[in-house]
């Protein structure tokens, strides 16, 4: 085996694959199954390895199921406590080398990848039609690239987000939960979009802590400008929204299951802003009376953080005719549009729900974010990039006809 040659559905295989490698190869990949507790077998001198049948690296691949991902990250976690050298006798697979076990994982993230990637084509393939440009260019960035796994996409509205190809094909999929990279993403476009004044703040899931917000959470906070703070927060899988009213000291919750408020992330929530001793009393008074933020009720455990992300656009952008079509809360129509802008496929700009906010409050759109900031940066050190050779010539010519003078 060469280091040209990496074990097949491997990381190093992955890193190289298209879409098409991918979802070719699933029927061969092996199957994900549930499996007792793993044996670990010491080895010693008394041991002969060429008497026991073991499994090793290469021939991962080619078994018919290895261990699920529960049951692989519980072996990873032994063997990680364990010392000396071993075995790992796993029931119904057999008995491994423990590079065959990391390979084992490696494979069975292989496989949940091609196996996400499939739903997400077979969802595109539905929704493919000459009106809608934005899924035929999507379904082109998932079908025609190679090493699709490491495809990142960089929203046009905040420059330096890039997100994920899984956390991209985890928002095309109505039965996932949107992960935290996803929900970071709309809090920053409603940064952008709502956030300018000051007056209303996004915070991040508490999973994604981001320094630079934070301290500008609470300057903004500490000198009375902001009025409003939005999060998400987080329940065993489940997404609601929450909504602190920082004049008045009132706090609203709510979700798509309709659940009791999680007070913990409530007290997190308002640690992270440093109150004074006399707001945190104010904060513990206001849990005692929470109010109901509108999200609609749906049990569709995928809904939940879209439902939460409309609740609290909602809430702040007043301006946009929410009741005219009911496709505007549909889950469905959120989660392309968040699709769109989260791919770069849209600007904030052509977003026609900010459009309608910032024809109300211009000063929200001519206000320079420090995102807008950092794109100027960006393209200023882009421009020197690819200036640089023909400008580092000129020098180097001025340079010479210097000496040559001399």
């Not at 000459?130 to 796994?149: A, P, Q, S």
């Not at 301006?319 to 009911?326: A, E, G, L, Y």
């Amino acid at each position: 085996m060469t280091s040209s040659s990496p074990i097949l559905f491997s990381n190093k295989w992955l890193m190289k694959a298209s879409a098409e490698d991918l979802i070719t190869n699933l029927g061969k990949m092996p199957k994900l199954v549930s499996t007792a507790k793993a044996e670990f077998l010491s080895l010693n001198k008394t041991h002969r390895l060429s008497s026991i049948i073991v499994v090793s690296e290469e021939q991962v691949p080619s078994l018919p199921e290895i261990p699920s991902a529960r049951n692989l990250q519980r072996i990873l976690f032994d063997m990680n406590c364990k010392e000396g050298a071993y075995l790992v006798n796993i029931p119904n697979i057999g008995i491994v080398e423990p590079g065959a076990v990391r390979v084992m994982n490696q494979i069975r993230l292989t496989r949940e990848f091609a196996e996400s990637l499939l739903k997400s084509e077979i969802w595109l393939s539905l929704r493919r039609n000459g009106e809608d440009k934005f899924y035929e260019w999507l379904w082109r960035c998932f079908t025609t690239e190679r090493n699709i796994y490491l495809k990142v996409f960089t929203p046009a509205f905040c420059p330096e987000l890039d997100f994920r190809i899984d956390s991209i094909l985890n928002l095309c999929r109505e039965d996932e939960c949107l992960d935290v990279e996803v929900l970071s993403g709309i809090m920053a476009f409603f940064r952008r979009c709502y956030g300018q004044e000051r007056r209303n703040l996004f915070l991040d899931p508490l999973y994604i802590y981001d320094e630079a917000t934070m301290n500008s959470a609470k300057k903004h906070i500490k000198n009375g400008q902001a009025k409003m703070l939005f999060a998400f927060v987080h329940m065993n899988d489940h997404w609601g929204a929450v909504r602190l009213d920082l004049a008045k000291h009132e706090i609203s919750f709510g979700d798509s299951f309709w659940e009791p408020c999680p007070l913990d992330q409530i007290d997190a929530i308002v640690e992270e802003i440093r109150p004074s001793r006399g707001d945190k009393a104010k904060w513990n008074h206001a849990k005692k009376n929470i109010s109901r933020l509108n999200v609609p009720e749906n049990r569709d455990p995928g809904s939940c953080g879209i439902l939460a992300a409309i609740a609290i656009e909602r809430a702040v952008n007043e301006h946009f005719k929410w009741d005219d079509n009911t496709t505007y809360i549909s889950v469905a129509y959120q989660r392309r549009r968040f699709l769109s802008l989260l791919t770069r496929h849209t600007p904030a700009e052509e977003d026609e729900f900010a459009t309608a906010y910032w024809e109300e409050v211009p000063e929200a759109r001519h206000y320079e974010t420090e995102e807008e900031h950092m794109a100027k940066y960006l393209a200023s050190m882009y421009k020197e990039y690819v200036l640089g050779e023909e400008s580092n010539s000129r020098v180097n010519d001025a340079a010479k006809a210097d000496l040559e003078e001399e």
